[in-house]
């Protein structure tokens, strides 16, 4: 027995999901017991099982992919042996020159079948109510001939125009197609084959051969089976959901009507057949109680009359998408967001939650990406005169601090210093807070930052962060050093500039001089920087991807096998050589679960 989780998902003959009873194109299905239902109706149903994996409990949806289901509905004949209780509420045999048959349900008769292989009585059919037994025949026929017409009615009576020769053996020598299914436990019991005496001292073993015997017995000995038409009416499927003792209609089809030709369904596409259907069951499975089991998913073949059902496509395959954010993860400080400086090009790795298990399909990022219009390093202002190279020299492990007014309410990006480069690289932070803020307040923000200044010439350094937006008032800036040196050049920027040149030194000097510093508005572009330079691109180990709809600072991201087949074991990339944020803010990861 296969549990859910390990079966793939189809069809299964049995909720036990064992292999050899998963259904398959070319299978053939019966419809040939009559079930009642209340009321006096009756259906004839066959119902399959679909096994729902435990990874539905986490998906967000399920969709059907890849999946063609086609069931025709056949009309024929079919062989009853009078013995099957499923059909015959009683059999009665009188003399040997008369059988009774009570139908359950009221079947249409084409052939009366003898006791003897390739023998032929000549019989009338009468009709009875209640022990009152018509005089005369309402039609004639020959055992082993087709009815002209078909007769219908309950009870049957069958007279035969003379006695019928019978055996003690005759009940155990029907047609093949017509024997009691209870004949090879007879025999298994030791039942005897002509009649003979049982003997045993087990009891047990005694009633139960008596048993079968007796349901021998129920069988007509003068009209061991009928023949009766199949005709599908009203064929149906029906999807229901199995909840802890109850069930629930999800989903049904049907072709009203008798059918005297074959009728296929479902007629419309499957996927968007059961997409409403998959919704509940998502809905379903979400509120179910830590460790309280999946509920079952059946299909129910139906029809009004008996009929054969012919299974030309049964491929089923069930996709699950699954959140790999958690409600409001995008929104929070720890959601996937990277930020380049674009002081160089530079490769950053997208932190994502571990996905699931399975054979994933597709993994779907959203998301923010604003470039800004202004590079991390520029060309500095008039760098030509002996003015730009005048400032403060900072070294490693200096810090500087002043007060730099915000005149209106802005949205500010960043930070734009003049700078002489000294080194081919500076490395440090900049936090901006209050401007009465106490020692030990937390910043606003703090941006780390990482230049290449292997340059000639006086450099315009931007420092950003993702945008804020911040009301007009005074506030101190923090800028240290942890590698490089230079010189921050002067300007008419803030006021009461001081300088530490170690952590000792808690006051600092205090400066004579301002320096050249600016705020740096929110002006991001699309997806290129305004002289047309490329938007960061994203990468997966040496494959490169490309986003899509990249639209009002908007980006959406797909990737698929055999790409996807190296994430998480190689992590998704974002390089930049421009300043830039890229956020995510949706990822939804797509695994086939069977």
């Not at 997208?350 to 219009?373: I, K, V």
């Amino acid at each position: 027995m296969n549990s859910p989780a390990l079966a793939p998902f189809g069809l299964y003959r049995s909720a036990a999901f064992n292999a050899a009873t998963r259904l398959s194109a070319g299978n053939s299905l019966t419809l040939d017991r009559p079930q009642a239902i209340g009321g006096g109706a009756f259906v004839f149903r066959l119902s399959l099982w679909l096994p729902l994996p435990p990874a539905c409990r986490d998906a967000r949806a399920l969709q059907l992919a890849d999946s063609r289901l086609e069931l025709r509905f056949t009309p024929g004949e079919m062989t009853l042996a009078t013995d099957d209780s499923h059909w015959f509420s009683s059999t009665e045999d009188t003399e040997r020159t008369q059988a009774r048959l009570g139908f359950v349900w009221p079947a249409t008769v084409v052939r009366i079948d003898g006791p003897h292989a390739g023998a032929q009585y000549a019989f009338g059919l009468h009709r009875a109510d209640g022990e009152a037994v018509s005089a005369e025949a309402s039609q004639r026929g020959r055992t082993g001939q087709t009815l002209a017409p078909a007769w219908q009615g309950s009870p049957l009576v069958v007279r035969f125009d003379a006695p019928v020769p019978l055996q003690a053996s005759a009940t155990l020598k029907k047609p093949a197609a017509a024997r009691p299914r209870k004949l090879q436990q007879a025999r298994a019991l030791g039942v005897p084959a002509a009649g003979g005496l049982i003997q045993s001292h087990d009891h047990g073993l005694v009633a139960a051969q008596a048993g079968i015997i007796e349901q021998l017995r129920r069988s007509s000995q003068l009209v061991p089976s009928v023949r009766i038409a199949a005709r599908p009416t009203s064929p149906r499927l029906r999807l229901v959901l199995e909840e802890g003792g109850s069930e629930r209609l999800l989903w049904q089809t049907i072709a009203a009507g008798e059918h005297p030709t074959a009728v296929s369904l479902p007629t419309a596409e499957l996927a968007q057949e059961w997409a409403a259907a998959l919704e509940q069951i998502i809905a379903a499975c979400s509120k179910l109680a830590p460790g309280a089991g999946l509920p079952g998913l059946r299909l129910d073949i139906e029809s009004d009359a008996p009929c054969t059902v012919n299974v030309l496509h049964a491929a089923l395959a069930l996709d699950a998408e699954y959140d790999l954010l958690a409600d409001g993860q995008a929104m929070a400080p720890g959601a996937p967001r990277l930020v380049f400086d674009g002081s160089r090009r530079t490769r950053l790795a997208l932190e994502l939650p571990t996905p699931p298990a399975g054979n994933r399909r597709s993994l779907q990022l959203g998301g923010r990406m604003r470039c800004a219009d202004m590079p991390g390093v520029g060309p500095g202002r008039d760098a030509t005169t002996a003015a730009a190279r005048q400032g403060l020299l900072l070294e490693e492990d200096h810090r500087v601090e002043g007060r730099l007014a915000l005149l209106a309410p802005r949205r500010v990006a960043g930070l734009v210093l003049g700078w002489h480069p000294l080194s081919a690289r500076l490395r440090g932070s900049l936090r901006v807070l209050p401007a009465d803020a106490r020692r030990g307040t937390p910043a606003l923000l703090a941006q780390a930052f990482d230049f290449d200044t292997d340059t000639a010439g006086v450099l315009m350094l931007a420092v950003r962060w993702p945008a804020l937006d911040l009301q007009a008032q005074a506030l101190r800036i923090e800028l240290g050093l942890q590698e490089g040196r230079g010189i921050w050049l002067s300007g008419s920027a803030g006021e009461d500039w001081h300088v530490r040149q170690d952590a000792g030194d808690l006051d600092g000097r205090a400066l004579a001089l301002t320096l050249d510093a600016a705020w740096l508005d929110d002006d991001a572009g699309d997806g290129t920087t305004g002289d047309g330079a490329p938007a960061p691109s994203f990468h997966l180990g040496s494959q490169s991807l490309t986003a899509t709809d990249m639209a009002q600072g908007r980006f959406a991201l797909s990737v698929a096998p055999p790409a996807l087949d190296a994430w998480p074991g190689q992590p998704l990339c974002v390089e930049s050589g421009i300043a830039a944020e890229v956020a995510i803010e949706s990822a939804v990861l797509k695994l086939r679960l069977g």
